[in-house]
């Protein structure tokens, strides 16, 4: 028997069924770094890129909230999620520009993918908005920061 909850007794993929578990509220915050080179970060003026597409920022944080709703389509056997909220935060420190995702849902299984997806999402946004400067922008980290909810809870420590 595998210890991974999406394969079954005999050893194939199946969505983990979640029709026995409590409803409860689930939160998940996840975190995306990216480090410019200095041709990108020395756009940057009042925590905001502006280019002919657009105010970057801005436009990654629409970006993140729709990945947010669309993971279970990218992502094999997540299941579809009513989303309470998605929450971003996007700024910079120096060449480097953090992305903080939160995903609130009212549910029977959690919503760290769609959190981990809409940063995700985000950083690759900002990637493409800002590549005309220079490609050598990298998405560094991608990782859960919380998650409440469900039969444990968990920080970063």
């Given at each position: 028997m595998s210890?991974?909850?999406?394969?079954?007794s005999n050893n194939q993929p199946e969505m983990v069924d979640v029709g026995a578990k409590k409803t409860t509220l689930r939160t998940a915050h996840a975190r995306c770094k990216l480090k410019l080179p200095p041709e990108v970060a020395c756009q940057i003026n009042d925590n905001e890129i502006q280019t002919k597409k657009g105010?970057?920022?801005?436009?990654?944080?629409?970006?993140?909230?729709?990945?947010?709703?669309?993971t279970p389509e990218l992502i094999p056997l997540c299941h579809t999620i009513p989303l309470n909220s998605a929450k971003f935060k996007i700024h910079s420190e120096g060449n480097e520009v953090i992305i903080d995702c939160v995903v609130k849902a009212e549910h029977k299984t959690g919503v760290e993918m769609e959190a981990m997806t809409g940063a995700t999402v985000a950083a690759l946004t900002i990637y493409d908005m800002c590549k005309a400067f220079s490609k050598a922008i990298t998405i560094q980290t991608v990782e859960l920061i919380e998650k409440t909810g469900g039969k444990s809870d968990y920080i970063l420590s």
């Open positions: 210890n991974f909850t999406h394969i079954n105010p970057v920022f801005h436009t990654a944080m629409i970006a993140g909230t729709m990945a947010t709703k669309k």
